[in-house]
Structures are given as C-alpha cells and as structure tokens.
C-alpha cells in the first residue's frame, strides 16, 4: 500500500516506522523544514559537546511509558538514567517571602527526604498525604470503576473530598503534575478525571528510574524515519479527501499546489491543526477533532538564577516554584545536572511554564508549545473518533497523542499509532501491547 502520514511527531514518526517496517510505501508530510519531534532542539556552544538540548527536555519513565521504551529499543535508541532529584519552594524573585525551600525528594516521590526538612509542619503534611495517596489510590480507582453510574469526579473534588492539605496540593503535588506530568494549568488540573491521574500516580510513587535519550530527540527522530524514503519538508497540508478507494492530500509547497493520491491517509497532526485543513465531507471529523482543547505552554533556557531556589545547596535536577497565590508553578530543569557530560561551570536552565517575563540578557532561547487538556468528556471523544475508524472502506485516519484515553504524552501518541496500524493489518512488535 501507498501510506501518506501528515505530521512527524511521535505519532507520525512511530505510524511511518510501524507502515515502513511492515514492507508499505510511506511518504511523509510536514509543514515544518524539519521533524517536529525535534523542531525546537536548540545548540549550546560551550557545553563542550555536540549534543543538541532538546526544548523541552524529553524524559520518559519506562513504567508509565513502556510502549515507548521498547520502540527506543527497536530501533537503537541509547538512554541514559536522570538525576531525578527535586525541590520545591516558594517564587519570590524579589525575595518579598520567604523561598526557603520547604520540600526535597531524592527519588522519584520516593520519601528519601533531607532529613531536617521533616522538621517543618509543612513537609510533615505533604509527607503524611503522599502516604495517604499510598495508601488509598488502589481502593479509591476500584470505587471509580465500579461506580453504579459509571462516573469519575474531577481531580480537585476528589482531593477537596477526600481531605487533602492545601500544602500537599499547592506546594506539592500541582507543581510537579502542571509543570511535568501533565504540563498545563492549575484549572486544567482541576478538571482532570481524578483515575487518570491517581493512575499515574500509582506509578510514579516509589523509586522508579527517570531515563532520557544519550543523542538527544533529533538522533531519535532520524532513526525512526531513516528508512523513509520519502519525507516532504515545507509542505502545508491545504486539503485532505476521500475518493473511492483512494485518499488525497493537496499540499502547498513554495506557494505552489500539488495534489497526491494514496491508499491511505494517516493525520497524525494536533486534533485543532487536522481541523483546519479537513472539507466538509469530514464534517463529523471535524466536530470531534474540534472538541480537544490545547493550552499554550512557553519554556525557556537561560541563565537566569532567580528561576532557581534562592539557596544554591538547595538546587536539585528538577525545581518546582510556586506563586504565592497558589494559582500556578514552574519547573527550572538545570541542565547542568540533566546532561552531567556538559563540560562547563556556567549553570545552564530550562525553565517551562515560567512565572514572569524573562530577562533578555540572560535569555538563549524560548520555545512555545501547545498541549492537549483532558477533561472527563474527553473519553467519549476517543470513543467516538475510534467509532469512525471502524467505518468500512475508510481511508482517512487520525492519531496523535491527544486521540488515547490518559494523560497525552509521548507513550500516548506511541500507542495511538500502534493501534492504526494494527487495525491496517501491520503486525506489531512482539514487546509492544496496546
């Protein structure tokens, strides 16, 4: 079959790997002059190697992403453990409050705390509602599932409900899930089903290895599409149809149209870009698609150390600082300790979600990024899309992070590939499940 994907994020590259692999002729579609998996990679000149800083820095937790870690496996990509040190502390940059740091965790929500931090009320509260969460979250996702109406509360009711600290939410939990997990806002979080995210909880508690890749997201992106023969860069999707038992996409290249018939089309774009180019023969499409909103997320690197705890012992791999108001936090990753090859004394940061303006003169470069929200309609809208895919004589499909039920990640847009495929008579690895 003649395969067209649009788009070379996760999931395009990972459908174009998977389409390629089982012996299909691929072409590859993106707007954009190079892969976008890793089209905001930037180069630092003095780290004293050649490796690219990806922005944002990509981490992957091979039990939360397992799909993910055996395709890396597949097809050579080399990783590498992560310092998965973090604190947490109060934003004061103009040290108006106290920005003691009031939180310190050496694993991965492991309780291997500085010791004299469980000295402080606060640390105490976060401490006992992390044993809480231990404790409960098996229970509390049974109750959820076997719910007579079969409904899940959001995430802030459930934690409302259920008693949990304002200081285990604000400077604690919301922090390390808006700034990483989930990158969005605290009222995205709010709206969040609550199984969803004590899921995931579930497995982040307990010492679990945190990974990057060792060549960075570019190396990852050449390695999935190496044997893809044909990969158009600048190329805007301007219309994508059915016709008979063929699809095609017109595509705008130097301002000039070209249309390309296929067997099958994969979209494998964001749910609002695949809106904008479909017709109205996909009018139903287009309502789904339309549904799965996207937030704005800005990260920036710099050098800038008032983005960091305002002690430097206090420093850890990953640093959580929460506005005063406990309506947002950021996450400044220092570099330095994520790439411990980097061979120089100046501190190096990446901040996502930053709480104020940065200074221009401690500015290398921003990236703005839009994530996907989940709320609990969310579910149904997969259900939905998954429904079209079951039409006969179908040739136009969609995946993407966005399109599995869970927190959208890169394992979602994995998986949701995955499913494409096997659903078009790929055969899957035999270490991925779907």
Known sequence: MHIAVIGTGIAGLTAAWLFNRAGHDVTLFEKQSSLGMASHGIEIPDVGVSQQCDVPSRMFNPLLWPNLSKLYDLVGVESTEVDPSKSFCAFSPTDEIDSKTVFKLNESFDLSLVPQLLLQPTSRKIVRDIGKMMSNAETDLVNFRNSKFNTVTNFKDYLVGNGYSDEFIYQFLYPALSSTVCTCSYQSLDRYPADILLSAMQMLIGVNPLRRTVHGTQHTANLLSHDVDKINFNATVANVRSSGNKACVEIQTGGVNSVHEFDHVIVATQANSAASFLPSEFQREKEILARFKYENVIVAVHNNEQWMPARKRDWSTFNFLSQSDRRAAMCSIWLNQFYP??????????????????????????????????????????????????????????????????????????????????????????????
Not at 354 to 370: S, V, Y
Not at 398 to 411: D, Q, V
């Open 341 to 434: 090859e980097w061979e120089t004394p100046k501190p190096y940061f990446q901040t996502i979600m930053p709480l104020d303006a940065p200074h221009q003169e401690t500015l290398i470069a921003t990236a703005k990024l839009q994530r996907p929200t989940v709320v609990e309609s969310t579910r149904d809208d997969i259900d939905q899309l998954l429904q079209l895919h079951s039409q006969p004589d179908r040739r136009v499909w969609f995946c993407g992070s966005y399109a599995n039920p869970g927190i959208p990640l890169l394992e979602s847009g994995v998986v949701s590939a995955l499913r494409l495929g096997k659903q078009l008579g790929c055969e899957l690895p035999d270490t991925c499940e779907i």
